[in-house]
Each structure stands twice: as C-alpha cells, then as structure tokens.
C-alpha cells in the first residue's frame, strides 16, 4: 500500500481526529482517503464490505499492552499485515472555546486515557472524570456542547479537528507513552523491506510443548520481538499463540524455522511479513 | 484462609450479586463477609488499609482472556495468590418487577458482558445496548428506577440480590464461559494441598532468552498452564512474563527449575503456591 496516485481508502475505529488518524496519515501520509468507523468489529469488516482498501488497528499501546479485541478479530478475520506503524500518544486537556482551566468541572475521555492520566487527577481532585466511547469523540461531543464545565483528555489532532482549546498538555503520567498500529489488507503481498514476521498457532497440549516451539527460532538465533496468548473460544484454558520475530529479508533461516514451527503445532498461520515500524522516540504529535 | 470460626472478610470488585460473589461464596462459603469495592485500585488496596482479610480478583474468563488490570496490580501489590476458583458465567436478562420482555427497550451491562450476547441482541434488533460500570450494578439501576422499558444482563446472584425479574436465560454466545478468580492474601503460606505455582519475571533482551526461560521446566517434564505478558512501563517493548505452572506438592523437580529460571531472568517473583481449581465444566450459576 503506497499514497501514490490513487491515495488508499483506510478504515480505522474512532472518530475523526483519534489517535488512529494520527497513525494512518504518519503511515500512508495526507493525501490517504479516511474511513472511520465506529467499533472494532466496522473496523475489520470495512474491506470486505468495500468501503476501504486497507485497515489500521491498535495492537499494543506500552502502557495499556495488548488491543485484545484487534487479537481476536485478526484471527477471525483474513486480512494480512502489510506494515505497521508507532505514534506517541501526548494527552492534552481540550475545552470548548468559551472554557478555561478554572472553569472546568467534568473531564471525559476513552477509560484508557483517563487512566494514562492518574497524576494530573491527583493534583486536581475538584476534577470528576466521566468515561467516553473514545478520545477524539469526547472533543467533539465538549465542543459542541458550548459548556466550559466540560473538557475532554485526547491528542493534538483532536483538539485541532474540532476547534477546541488546550488547556493543559503532557496530562500523562508516563512519556513513553507509544501505540502501535497494523495496517491489513486483502492481498498476502510481502512488502519490499519486510523485516519483522507476525504469525499465530496452537499447540498440542504436553508439557514442553511451548518450549519445543520456540526451538526453531532460538536455535537459529532468530530474535522474538512478543508473544500474546489469547484463548481459544469453547476450549476452556487452551490458547492461540500469537508471536512477533525479526525475519530479514531473504533470511534463509526464517523459512526454516517455520518449517519446522508448523510440524509442532496443531494449527499454524502467517499473519504478515512487513518492514517494522521505525520506532520514534520523540515524534511532535501534531504530525 | 477457610471459612471457620473466623470467618475473613473477602474484598471484591463490583456490586452486592457480581459474579466476584459469587465466586467469593463457592470458595470461602456462605459464612464470609463480604467487601464490594467499586474499582480494581480499590480491591488491591482493601487489605492494606484493613477492612479486609483477602481480596478475590478476576484473572481470566475463558472467552475475553486475562484481565490485564488484574496482573498489572498483582505486579505492583505485595499480595500472594492463596487459592482460585473457577465459576461459571450464565447470562440473564434482568428486568424490574412491572418489566415482560416486550416492554423491554434498552440494555445495560458491563462491555465485556453485552459483548458475550452477539447472537442475543441479533435476534433482536429493537433492543439498545448501554454499556455499564458492572453487570450487578445495572441490576441496581434498573430495578431501583422502575423503568419498564430498562433491563440488564447480569447473573442469577444479581437478579437475586436486588428483586429483579428474569426475562430471558442463557443468553451468552458460548457456554465454555468461566471466570477465574485468584485469592489474594497477606501472608506467603502455601496451603496444604498447592498443586499450581504462579510466577513472573523479566528476561534479558537476547534472541532464545523466552526459549532459555521455560528450559527448566520442558527439560523435568513440569506443565505449562499459561504464559500471559504485560508492558513495563517506562521501557516500551519489554514484557513482563507471568508464567502459570503445575507443581505438584513436595515435587523436587519445581524448586530446582525455579533455581535455574532464576538466573536466566534480571527480575524475579513467585507470586503463589495453590491448590487449582477443580474445573467445574456443568455448575449451575445459581449456587
């Protein structure tokens, strides 16, 4: 996927402005066609629905861990990793124009957010938090209300999005704050510079079965970046493995090694072979 | 921790009737005195401040996987894991004395809980979902306003402990839905009986450390239950791994892999030694 000529149509969750629209436009740059959506479940269905071309869905945030739900709908759906992409998530305290800090009662956002936010809560207990669909939503639901009573915590983008006010930035409790997006499409293309390999498999149920099927990697000196189990569903305390490796192109050893992984598992699939994302440490959020 | 004389107080997270009682009942009995706390924060935070004796923490459900909050706070609490149960989760629909089914026009619930009800609210469109602080809780709300067209999804425990009348039965997509709650206590005694160790550690940064890692374990024939990796904060990337493990009672085998796993990790912590669950697979919500 490339913003060429024919600029992608990219689906993500969340209303415009969202940290996902951030990511989307770090990745396929401005010109990128975008389709929100309002839940997870629009958000995988939007290709086969022929509404976009691509999708960008949140995997891990370093704070918060795993997007589970994206987890889960990946492995229901088949889309394919094309690349993916980190943001830093920099929460600002957005009002209406009519607000300042003093006038402020409520403060709402996704629960994520507020919770990525505990030591300006602490400083300022008059503040009642409220929980919201989502982050950018929020600006727009304080702005259009007119209430200067009302703020919401989101990015940059959001507040810019909808003409609000920042009225406190760097509201989060941790800077290495980053969220990591994938972008999936229909085609199993491999991308020039693929250099980090996603797959998921399950695994016969004896003892030393994981370790057996970390062999093939570790004896190659082959690098595992993470691992995510998640449950399989009507099997009670069994689980999709789901892993992340550093697999360079033209590697001869990652097609061995998953040669031999698949022999060791009883359902084995490639998510994706994609460039990794070059991790920014510091990244202006307003792009 | 046993429900004798003296009965202990038990801290969870939700209402009076959440699936946390429940489980708190099947384990400790009907005797026990029984500490709703409104958030997870809360409940990890009721031993220390006295007005509990042990806290009973969600840590999985078979369909929405590992609750994250709960190992984050494991992590950072100085609490040991003394037992687990496993209860069954059966879904109801909830609604106030002068409710019928027909009259019903939006529901209420925890997230995770609506979400467990896909094919549910398919099968009837006309029904709006509201996401709620916990599944008890909208019980509460709805018996409490005496609104007809108000119902919400909770358990048999909740419609019991609140008046409410039970519209419709098994409502959840799957039936393999169990949630299992750890028991938390003060003291690092392992009880008699303890078939089940609970770990969690940090690995240096190298290809095959995850692979060096569970060695000690696949070399003496000892059984993974479950591997569950969470952020740590401040150094984006890293994991923490809590590893789950069959260590039958006075097993040589265990302290000796638990000394070699030592010295493959930078961090180390047993967090409990504890009889499992016996896995009910047909137990009747009701108790």
Do not use: M
């Not at 869905?57 to 709908?73: C, F, I, K, S, W």
């Not at 020039?192 to 004896?206: M, N, T």
């Not at 030393?208 to 691992?227: M, Q, S, V």
């Not at 689980?239 to 192109?249: E, I, M, N, T």
Request: aromatic share 6%; hydrophobic share 40%.
């Amino acid at each position: 996927v490339s913003a060429g000529p024919t600029a992608p149509r990219v689906a993500f969750q969340g209303a415009r402005g969202a940290f996902s629209e951030e990511a989307a436009v770090q990745l396929l740059g401005r010109q990128v066609t975008l389709v929100p959506r309002p839940t997870f479940e629009a958000l995988f269905a939007a290709v086969g629905e022929g509404v976009a071309d691509c999708a960008l869905a949140p995997a891990e945030n370093t704070l918060a861990g795993a997007v589970q739900r994206t987890y889960d709908l990946l492995l229901e759906s088949s889309l394919h990793i094309a690349a993916e992409v980190v943001i830093p998530v920099r929460h600002l305290l957005v009002g209406g124009p009519g607000s300042t800090f003093e006038t402020v009662k409520t403060v709402e956002s996704h629960p994520v957010a507020l919770a990525q936010c505990e030591r300006f809560f602490a400083a300022h207990p008059h503040l009642r938090r409220l929980a919201a669909e989502d982050t950018a939503g929020s600006v727009a639901e304080v702005v259009r209300s007119g209430d200067p009573t009302r703020a919401a915590i989101a990015g940059r983008l959001a507040a810019e999005t909808y003409g609000g006010r920042i009225l406190r930035e760097a509201l989060e409790d941790h800077r290495e704050n980053y969220t990591r997006f994938l972008l999936l499409t229909p085609s199993p293309r491999v991308p020039e510079g693929a250099d980090k390999l996603s797959l998921v498999f399950q695994l016969p149920h004896r003892p030393g079965a994981l370790y057996h099927a970390l062999e093939p990697f570790a004896a190659r000196g082959l690098d595992l970046l993470k691992i995510e189990s998640r449950p399989v569903r009507g099997e009670p305390w069994r689980y999709h493995f789901f892993l992340d490796l550093r697999a360079a192109p033209d590697d001869p050893r990652t097609p061995a090694a998953l040669a031999d992984l698949r022999q060791r598992t009883t359902s084995f699939r490639q998510l994706g072979h994609y460039p990794s994302a070059r991790q920014r440490n510091h990244v202006d959020g307003s792009q």
